[in-house]
């Protein structure tokens, strides 16, 4: 049986997990490690444990930005055992970006006391609900762009991530919606979609993520789409980082997985 805690528990404790999960490029045949995205999860055995439900209930009790910075330092901690050429991505609502003031400069604290380049980050931007002080939201991004770090939009293509955030946060990635890749080379739709938002990208400076990849056929089609940066099952499962420091190998990433709901 489930035990039940709240976001005053969550945040007491030590009970938030950091797992990552690769982003490869896989330009032409070959596959190299080009970032590791950080997921947080809540304690095992607990209502928290699934990220989805954790990040449900964060939101509907509008704690944003107290999660998004225990996240944050949880994330940094342990991102700064990889090596230096690797980037790290990491989740962050808008809402958070919105509402927490000194988010931008706690972040550059943390950045600092963990020693890790901003020039090595990517922040996700992640958001379930409309935010409303968009001058707010893109001072923060620029805070964060004119110290190095990248900035991505994630769920591309699906909710509330849309042409809007594009022309107002001008992204340096777009990460493809995993709805939309998923069954992508066995449906024309989808192909379309993914291929019309590579030309965007393409247009506006960017790169494109595609999430979700979890067969080798689709797989191929993103290839075959001229999409080189690519995260899913078909190549790795989520992990501790204890996993990518005891070895270098795609293979053995893939035998420490944890569950893979994507959320922040």
Known sequence: MLMRIDADSLLAGDGLRVVFQPIFDVTGDSQSTWGLEALTRGPADTNFASAAVLFDYVRLKHEEARIDRRCLSAALSEARRFPDDVVISLNVHAATLERDREVTSWLAGEVSRHRIPMSRLMFELVEQSQYWNAPAVRGAIADLRHAGARIALDDVGCGRCNYQMIVDLQPDVLKLDRYLVHGCARDRHRAAVLRSIQQLASDVGASVVAEGVETDEDLQAIRDLG??????????????????????????????????????
Not at 251 to 259: D, F, N, Q, R
């Open 227 to 264: 999409l080189r940066l690519v995260q899913g099952f078909a190549l790795a499962r989520p992990a501790p980082a204890q996993a990518f420091i005891d070895s270098s190998m795609p293979s053995a990433w893939m035998s420490t997985a944890e569950g893979a709901t994507h959320v922040s």
